[in-house]
């Protein structure tokens, strides 16, 4: 390869210019924050609660002359702005939140008034004081919901605390201490399932406690000790930002459940910042940078495309070894890998979330066809049992994440399709307002308080075939637009302003290819599978959607969209039909169950990934 006149094979003359130089290879899949909408008031000691979508922040510090007399603001964000709420009923800082939007809880906090044990329920709409801690205290840390709460570690006075309480939507029961005392902590998860990060002993800490609903145990430790820090996500799959050290910082880590690895940098440096949301989408809040309160809010985000691109080059320069120029080739063909095994083996199940943070739910374990309730959490290796569905069903659909998902429609035996739509929000499944249409075998996509329901079968068997199509806006169903052709069994992908349906079978019972897209508005026909088939697996967006599996006869077939044509990629292992899947794009994503045969009804997990061919130019 050449550089210009003398250059040729001469890397190392490019340094500085156009390559950078870097101590680890680029990753092809990484996260990012980005610039949200600010506070209304700017705090420190600010607390939170929800998702990044759906998020709640309460309490704090004020700038002066406000002070704690800020300390009872709360704010909702919606995705894109901050909106004033009702008061909390005591003003306070350094609190700890835990919950949704709207069910939501904050527990403990100071202010010149003393060290509280107060909690506060808030229902989307005001502040309510309910029973108190056991022990008054600030600085701790939070998990789970109003229902199933977890608080741990804090202050007291001048004494650390290891204490570690259970809330039950009613009273607090002391459980497990921590193993070391600390405050000023981070925690995120459920109350059965929970981690303890960071904090201060004395000092700054790297400690990691993971919680099992009785006890805790110390699992791997931050890389930077740190206090004062944020946290959101779950136990497998979490990160960490911000904090203090012997200054404020940038710095997040994220954590799968056996170690931390470091990651983008918060845009600002700052410590006593709200955390709130998923592992991949996340959002800090407030806080106090180096000279000021701060209103600013960052939105961390987990991309559906690589990072990197085509075509991009550096130079791996580690200290005692040699420097080596590479690059990323054309993109890596994806295929198909054995993930680990649902705990229960069926068939016509839901899906959502992503391939790390995955969620399969209902569905048929008989060859009889009966509907189960089974709710399954997948953390990028093995699956684990969570709550159930209040309505055992089969022929659902699915949308959202795993810690805000949504499941509609369905079937029992013999012969009832449903219209029950019920919400997750990581613990368990609430019962929400129906569908105008009862229905099974549909398709489904978007997100817990943005979703499509999308054509199915309104008879036993589906063959009163629906074209009718219903919007989710977080409370209620209403029709909108209906699909061009009429289908039952299809399969779809997107969002409510960018969909996908395709596939499935016809009134006549004929097996189709037809793709339509949604632009929000109407539906238009777009360009066909290659092999038309129903029973299949769907997930992506619009503009990068999978296909894979299906019926009536068994297939491992693959077909990618990259919203305009299907391309036929490589096969499952396995070929199988009445499958669910998730992931955010056609580059990475996950299928699990379906049946081989009539009475195979089977517990496979096949994870897709697209890897980027690395090609190494020289060596020194």
């Known amino acids: 390869m050449t550089y210009g006149t003398g250059n040729s094979g001469n890397y190392k003359k490019l340094k500085g210019q156009t390559i950078q130089v870097v101590d680890a290879d680029p990753a092809p899949f990484v996260g990012a924050w980005a610039s949200g909408g600010n506070l209304s008031t700017a705090r420190q000691g600010i607390t939170g609660a929800g998702t990044q979508t759906a998020g709640l922040v309460a309490g704090g510090e004020g ?16 995705g894109s702005s901050f909106s004033e709420q009702n008061d909390m009923n005591t003003a306070k800082t350094t609190a700890s939140a835990l919950g949704i939007q709207t069910n939501a809880l904050v527990a403990g906090g100071i202010s010149p008034a003393g060290t509280f044990a107060l909690t506060e329920t808030y229902d989307g709409t005001s502040f309510t004081e309910v029973n108190d801690m056991n022990t008054a205290r600030t600085n701790m840390a939070a998990s789970g919901i109003v229902t199933a709460g977890l608080v741990f570690g804090g ?54 406690e993971a919680y099992n609903g009785t006890s805790w145990t110390e699992v791997g430790d931050l890389n930077t000790a740190r206090s004062n820090l944020g946290a959101a996500g779950l136990q497998p799959s979490a990160i960490g930002f911000g904090g203090f050290t012997t200054a404020n910082v940038a710095i997040t880590e994220s954590w799968d459940n056996s170690s931390w690895t470091e990651v983008a940098d918060l845009s600002s440096a700052r410590r006593e910042v709200s955390g709130q949301g998923t ?64 705990n229960t083996a069926r068939v016509r199940l839901a899906g959502a979330g992503t391939q790390t943070l995955g969620l399969a739910f209902g569905g048929a374990s008989a060859a009889s066809g009966a509907g189960v309730d089974v709710s399954e959490e997948y953390n990028g290796s093995a699956w684990t049992e969570g709550n159930n569905l209040n309505l055992a069903r089969r022929s659902l659909t699915g949308a959202g994440t795993q810690t805000a998902a949504l499941g509609f429609g369905g079937y029992t035996p013999p012969g009832n399709v449903k219209n029950e739509s019920e919400e997750y929000d990581g613990s368990s499944w609430t019962e929400g307002n129906n569908l105008n249409t009862a229905r099974g075998y549909l398709a489904g996509f978007g997100t817990q308080t943005a979703a499509l329901a999308v054509g199915g079968g309104k008879a036993p068997g589906g063959f009163a075939v629906a074209n009718e199509v219903e919007q989710y806006d977080g ?75 299906g019926g009536p006869s068994r297939t491992a077939n ?63």
């Open 155 to 208: 202050l007291v006075g001048s004494t650390l605390q290891d204490k570690t309480e259970e809330f039950d939507g009613t009273s607090w029961t002391e459980s497990g201490d921590l193993n070391t005392a600390r405050k000023q902590l981070a925690g995120c998860g459920v109350q059965t399932a929970s981690i303890g990060f960071g904090g201060d002993t004395g000092s700054v800490s790297a400690l990691n």
């Open 475 to 549: 409370t209620s169903w209403s029709e909108i637009a209906e699909i061009n052709t009429a289908r039952y069994s299809i399969s779809g992908a997107g969002t409510t302003t960018a969909g996908l349906g395709f596939g499935g079978y016809t009134a006549t019972t004929a097996t189709s290819n037809t793709s339509e897209e949604w632009n929000g508005t109407a539906w238009t026909e777009g360009n066909n599978l290659n092999t038309g088939r129903s029973y299949m697996a769907g997930f992506g967006l619009q503009t990068s959607a999978l296909a894979a599996g």
């Open 63 to 78: 700038a002066p002359p406000g002070g704690i007399s800020q300390g009872a603001k709360a704010e909702e964000y919606d």
């Open 279 to 342: 592992f991949l989408l996340g959002l800090a809040a407030g806080g106090r940078d180096n000279s000021n309160v701060s209103n600013s809010t960052e939105e961390w985000s987990f991309p559906s495309v690589p990072n990197v691109q085509e075509g991009q080059v550096w130079v791996l320069s580690v200290s005692g070894s040699n420097s080596v120029m590479k690059g990323y080739a054309a993109q890596g063909t994806a295929s198909w890998a054995t993930g680990g095994a649902l």
């Open 558 to 620: 693959t077909e990618a969209y990259n919203g305009t044509s299907w391309t036929e990629l490589n096969n499952l292992a396995t070929a199988k039909r009445q499958l669910a899947g998730c992931g955010a794009s056609n580059l990475i994503g996950l299928v699990f169950g379906g049946n081989t045969s009539g009475a195979s009804h089977i517990a496979n997990t096949e994870e897709w990934t697209t890897p980027f061919a690395e090609v190494d130019f020289d060596t020194d």
